[in-house]
C-alpha cells in the first residue's frame, strides 16, 4: 500500500474537522489573527484544544504546523539547525521557521514541558516585531501577516517548577477550554463515534460524576476524547462496561480504590 | 596350607617365608609360640617370629624355652626392650661363652626396670589408676551436670526474652486499649491475657491484630474469641507458628478468620463509598459508621452513616451493592437537600398562609 506525503509547508487541511463550538471561541482566534495576536489555549486535557486549532487551520485556510513540546525540545529543534548531509553541512529549518516562512499556523502543543531557552525564541514572534531571529545562520526572518502563533497550556498541570514565565504568557491572547456543556457532549459524541442517543447521555453522566472527584484524588477528569474512545469501542461491538472501563477508568488513574468507584459510578449507569 | 582355629591372627606377622623355615614338625608349635608372645605386644610377636626360625631348626626345646622366657622376663618391664632383646638374643646364644646371653638379659632388664628401691612409681601410678577409676564412674554424672547447665541457661534466656516482651506489651497494651472501642475491651483483654499467659511475645502480635479485627468489625467480639483459641492451641503445637497466626501471617490464620467473618465491614470499602457518593452529590460527603456516631453528629448534612457491617447476603459482593444503594440514597439526600432545613423559607411560608388566610391561620 503506497503512502503519501508532502512536504509540511505545503500541507493543508483538505476536509473541514468536526468541530463544535464551545462558547465565541471562534470569533476570539479570528480577531486575534486579523489582529495579528499570538493565542493561548488553555484548559485540560482531551478538551478540544488541537481539534479547535485544526479546526481555525482549515477556516482560515492556512498550513498547520503542529509541535508537541516534550521536555528535551530545545530552540535549536524549533527554528532550524546544521546537519550533515553526504560530505556537506547544510541549513535544516526547524517546525517554527517552516510554519512562518509558510506563512502558517505554528501550533505549540504543551509549550511549558519544552526547554526554558525554547520559550525565549517565540518572545519575539510574540510582539509588534514578529521576527524569528536565526542565530546560528545570522538571520532573521520576518514573519509574515498571515502567520499565527497558537500555544496550548494546561494549568492543571503546572506545578512551581514547570509554568509559564508571566513575561511568556502575558504575550498571549488567551481562549480558555473547558469540558462541554452536556448537551454539546452528547452531539459531539454521537458525531465522532456514531453511538445512539441513549448511550451518549449515559456516557456524559458518567464523566460528569467522574470529573465530580477532579478535587478528590483524580488529577484530571475524563476527556471528551477518552468519551469518544469508549463511544468508538461501543460502536465497534465491546460491551459499555469493559469499554469504560478500558477507556474512562483506567488511563486516568492508578489508585485502586478510585478505579473501582469509578467502575461503580458505570455500572450505575449501564 | 590351614592352620585351623587356633593360629588365630598369627598370619598377620609369619610371611610364608619365615613359615617355610620352619621344620614341618615344629610349624603348629612355632604358630602357637608366635601368637602367645603376640598377645604381650604385637611388635614383639613379630620379631619372634622372625628369629625363631633359625632356633627351631637347631631342633633343641630348652633353647626355644629359656629364648622365650628371657624375651619376656625383658617385655615385661619394657615391651621396647623386649623386641630389642628378641632381636639380638639368638646370636648371643651361638657365642663361646654361654654365660653372656643371660648377662645382657639381666642388664637389659636392670635398666630397663629402673632401681628395684624406687617404690613411688608404684604409687603414683596406683593413685592415678584410683583416681582414673573414680573419674570413669563420675563420667556420666558430669554428663549430666552439663545437660542440666545447657537446660537451665536455655530457660534464662527464654525467661529473659519473656520479661522483655512483659515490658514491651506493658508499653503496647494502654495506647492499644486508647484506640479500642471501648464496648470491645472486656473481651479484649480477656483474650490477650489467655495469649500472654502462654507466650508474651505472640501476646504482642495479638494486641495488634485483634485490635484491626474488632475495631475494624471484622468480626464479632465472639469471633475474636474462637479466633484466639484456634490460635492457642496452634501456639501450644509450635512458638513461631503461633505467633506467625496472631500476626495474622499464617494462611490457616486468615482461613479461620475467613470462617469467623460475618459480613462485609465498613472500613474495608468505605473510600470506594465515599468517593463514590462524592461523584455522585458533586461534592465532598463524608462516610461514618453507624458505631462510630451519635445522633447529633448523624444529622451533619454532609455524612452518610452506613452501618459498620453489612451482613444481609452471604456473598460480599452483594453486601458491597446494599452499601452502594444506601450511600447512592446518602448522595441523592446531599445533592438535593432532602434535609436542608432553612426557617428563612419557614417564615416566608407564615407569612404567605398568613396574607392568604388572616392572621388567625
Known amino acids: 500500500m503506497g503512502v503519501e506525503s508532502q512536504r509540511v509547508e505545503d500541507y493543508k487541511l483538505a476536509k473541514e474537522p468536526y468541530y463544535v463550538p464551545l462558547h465565541n471561541e471562534i470569533e476570539l482566534f479570528e480577531a486575534a489573527y486579523e489582529s495579528k495576536l499570538p493565542v493561548m489555549l488553555k484548559g485540560p486535557t482531551g478538551c478540544g484544544k488541537t481539534r479547535f486549532v485544526?479546526?481555525?487551520?482549515?477556516?482560515?485556510?492556512?498550513?498547520?504546523?503542529?509541535?508537541?513540546?516534550?521536555?528535551?525540545?530545545?530552540?535549536?529543534?524549533?527554528?532550524?539547525?546544521?546537519?550533515?548531509?553526504?560530505?556537506?553541512?547544510?541549513?535544516?529549518?526547524g517546525p517554527l521557521t517552516t510554519a512562518v516562512k509558510a506563512a502558517g499556523i505554528a501550533y505549540l502543543d504543551e509549550v511549558v514541558e519544552a526547554r526554558k531557552d525554547t520559550t525565549v525564541v517565540i518572545h519575539p514572534l510574540t510582539d509588534d516585531r514578529r521576527v524569528l531571529p536565526l542565530e546560528k545562520k545570522g538571520e532573521i526572518v520576518q514573519a509574515p501577516d498571515e502567520f499565527q502563533l497558537v500555544i496550548s497550556y494546561n494549568p492543571g498541570y503546572q506545578s512551581v517548577l514547570k509554568d509559564l514565565k508571566h513575561s511568556t504568557k502575558q504575550r498571549f491572547v488567551a481562549i480558555e477550554f473547558d469540558y462541554p456543556t452536556p448537551e454539546i457532549e452528547e452531539t459531539i459524541l454521537r458525531s465522532e463515534s456514531g453511538i445512539d442517543e441513549d448511550t451518549a447521555a449515559k456516557l456524559v453522566k458518567i464523566a460528569e460524576k467522574v470529573r465530580n472527584l477532579r478535587t478528590h484524588g483524580l488529577e484530571e477528569g475524563v476527556s471528551t476524547r477518552l468519551l469518544?474512545?469508549?463511544?468508538?469501542?461501543?460502536?465497534?461491538?465491546?460491551?459499555?462496561?469493559?469499554?469504560?472501563?478500558?477507556?474512562?477508568?483506567?488511563?486516568?488513574?492508578?489508585?485502586?480504590?478510585?478505579?473501582?468507584?469509578?467502575?461503580?459510578?458505570?455500572?450505575?449507569q449501564f | 596350607m590351614t592352620f585351623g582355629p587356633a593360629v588365630g591372627n598369627v598370619g598377620m606377622y609369619v610371611a610364608r617365608e619365615m613359615l617355610q623355615a620352619v621344620p614341618e614338625d615344629q610349624r603348629q608349635s612355632y604358630l602357637r609360640m608366635v601368637e602367645e608372645v603376640s598377645e604381650l605386644k604385637y611388635q614383639l610377636g613379630v620379631e619372634v617370629a622372625r628369629q625363631l626360625p633359625r632356633l627351631l631348626a637347631e631342633h633343641d626345646p630348652e633353647l626355644v624355652a629359656r629364648y622365650l622366657e628371657q624375651v619376656r622376663d625383658v617385655a615385661d618391664v619394657g615391651w621396647k626392650s623386649g623386641v630389642e632383646v628378641a632381636k639380638q638374643l639368638p646370636d648371643l646364644y651361638g657365642a663361646p661363652d654361654e654365660s653372656l646371653?643371660?648377662?645382657?638379659?639381666?642388664?637389659v632388664a636392670d635398666a630397663t626396670h629402673g632401681p628395684s628401691e624406687d617404690t613411688e612409681t608404684d604409687e603414683l601410678a596406683g593413685e592415678l589408676e584410683t583416681l582414673e577409676r573414680e573419674l570413669r564412674e563420675m563420667e556420666p554424672k558430669?554428663?549430666?551436670a552439663q545437660e542440666l547447665r545447657t537446660q537451665l541457661a536455655a530457660r534464662d534466656r527464654r525467661d529473659e526474652k519473656r520479661r522483655k516482651h512483659a515490658v514491651e506489651l506493658a508499653s503496647a497494651l494502654p495506647p492499644i486499649l486508647a484506640r479500642l472501642r471501648p464496648r470491645y475491651r472486656p473481651p479484649y483483654l480477656t483474650q490477650v491475657r489467655q495469649i500472654a499467659s502462654a507466650d508474651p511475645e505472640a501476646s504482642l502480635e495479638a494486641a495488634d491484630t485483634l485490635l484491626d479485627l474488632l475495631n475494624g468489625d471484622r468480626v464479632s467480639p465472639e469471633g475474636a474469641a474462637e479466633w484466639v483459641n484456634r490460635g492457642l492451641d496452634v501456639l501450644d503445637r509450635n512458638k513461631e507458628v503461633g505467633r506467625g497466626y496472631f500476626r495474622l501471617g499464617s494462611k490457616y490464620a486468615l482461613e479461620v478468620l475467613d470462617e469467623l467473618k460475618e459480613g462485609l465491614a465498613l472500613k474495608s470499602v468505605a473510600r470506594v463509598l465515599k468517593l463514590y457518593a462524592t461523584a455522585l452529590a458533586g461534592r465532598e460527603v463524608v462516610?461514618?459508621?453507624?458505631?462510630?456516631?451519635?445522633?447529633?453528629?448523624?444529622?451533619?448534612?454532609?455524612?452518610?452513616?452506613?452501618?459498620?457491617?453489612?451482613?444481609?447476603f452471604d456473598e460480599d459482593e452483594k453486601n458491597f451493592l446494599a452499601y452502594k444503594v444506601a450511600a447512592a440514597q446518602g448522595a441523592g439526600r446531599i445533592e438535593f437537600g432532602t434535609y436542608s432545613l432553612s426557617l428563612d423559607r419557614i417564615s416566608d411560608t407564615v407569612s404567605e398562609l398568613q396574607s392568604q388566610y388572616g392572621q388567625a391561620a
Open chain 1, 54 to 93: 485544526e479546526h481555525m487551520s482549515w477556516r482560515l485556510e492556512r498550513t498547520l504546523v503542529t509541535v508537541a513540546c516534550h521536555e528535551d525540545l530545545t530552540a535549536s529543534d524549533l527554528v532550524g539547525k546544521y546537519t550533515l548531509r553526504g560530505d556537506e553541512t547544510v541549513w535544516q529549518d
Open chain 1, 228 to 268: 469518544v474512545y469508549a463511544g468508538q469501542l461501543i460502536t465497534d461491538g465491546v460491551e459499555p462496561i469493559p469499554a469504560c472501563e478500558a477507556t474512562i477508568c483506567k488511563p486516568i488513574t492508578d489508585d485502586v480504590e478510585m478505579q473501582r468507584s469509578i467502575i461503580e459510578i458505570i455500572a450505575t
Open chain 2, 101 to 107: 646371653a643371660d648377662a645382657y638379659v639381666q642388664i
Open chain 2, 142 to 144: 558430669v554428663k549430666r
Open chain 2, 287 to 312: 462516610i461514618r459508621s453507624a458505631a462510630d456516631v451519635d445522633m447529633a453528629e448523624a444529622q451533619n448534612l454532609d455524612n452518610i452513616v452506613l452501618p459498620a457491617e453489612m451482613r444481609y
